[in-house]
C-alpha cells in the first residue's frame, strides 16, 4: 500500500477572534510555529478587540459540519483541538463528526467561563460537553473555574487541584491537563493526570495580563501530537512554549490586555 505522502494537519475546532489574540487565529499561528499545517472550522463569529466581546454569531450547526467534513475529506489531519462551542446544538454536531471520522487526537479545551468570571455555557450545553466531548477527547485543558464548573464543586488550592484532576478522570476524560494559573503562590503548576500517572509542570508567574493563553496552550498540545510525541511529552513542549509566548507578549491594542508572541522561536520550519 502506498505511503501517504501529506504533511500532516491540525484542526482546529473554535470562534474566531476579530482581534487576533486567541481563539481560531491563535491557534492557526501555534500550528505554525510548530511547522504543523493548519486547519479551521468556524464554530463561532466574534466582534472583539483587546477591550472585550462585543457580538457573537453562531453559524448553523449544518455548515459546520460541512467545513470538518471539507477538511477531512483533503487532508491528513493527525489532531482537533476544539474551542469555543457556544450551544448544545453545536456541541453535538461537533461530537457526530469526530465519531463519524474518528481522529487519533482530540485536545478539548472547555471553554466555559469568561475572563470575567461570566459563565458561558448553558445547563443544556454543559451536560452535552461532559456527556459526548469529554469521552471522545484524549486530554481535556480546563482552568480552574472550568473544572470547578465541570465537577460542581470548589477547587481553592494545590490539593483539592490534586484530587480534581483524579475526579475528572472517574468521570470519563482519559487525560486531564488541569492549568493552575488561578491558584495562589510561585510558580504556576499545571498537572495532568493520565490513566497510568500525574506529571507536574512548573513555570514562574508572569506579571502579564495575557490574552489566548488558553487556546494556544491547547493548540501548542495538538501540534506535538501531530509530530509524534507522547501525550506528557507533548503537553510538557506546550507549557514551555506557551511560557515564552507569554513573556515575550505585546500590546497591539489600546487596553492593558498583551497578546502572545507565537513565533518567539522564530519562524517555523516551513516558513
Known sequence: MPTDTRPVSALTIAGSDSGGGAGIQADLRSFAAHGVHGLSALAALTAQNTRGVDAVHVPPADFLRAQIDACFADFRIGAVKLGMLATAEVIHAVADSLQAHRPAHVVLDPVMVATSGARLLADD????????????????????????????????????????????????????????????????????????????????????????TGCTLASAIAANLCLGLPLPDACAEAGDYIHGALAHAYRPGNSDVAVLDHFWRGLSPRG
Not at 135 to 144: D, E, H, K, M, S
Not at 168 to 193: F, Y
Open 125 to 212: 450545553a454543559l451536560d452535552a460537553l461532559r456527556q459526548r466531548l469529554m469521552p471522545l477527547a484524549t486530554v481535556i485543558t480546563p482552568n480552574i473555574p472550568e473544572a470547578e464548573l465541570l465537577l460542581g464543586q470548589a477547587i481553592d488550592d494545590h490539593e483539592a487541584a490534586e484530587a480534581a484532576v483524579v475526579e475528572l478522570l472517574a468521570r470519563g476524560a482519559a487525560a486531564v491537563l488541569l492549568k493552575g494559573g488561578h491558584l495562589p503562590g510561585d510558580p504556576v503548576i499545571d498537572r495532568l493526570q493520565t490513566q497510568e500517572a500525574l506529571y507536574e509542570f512548573e513555570h514562574p508567574r508572569l506579571a502579564v495580563n495575557g490574552h489566548g
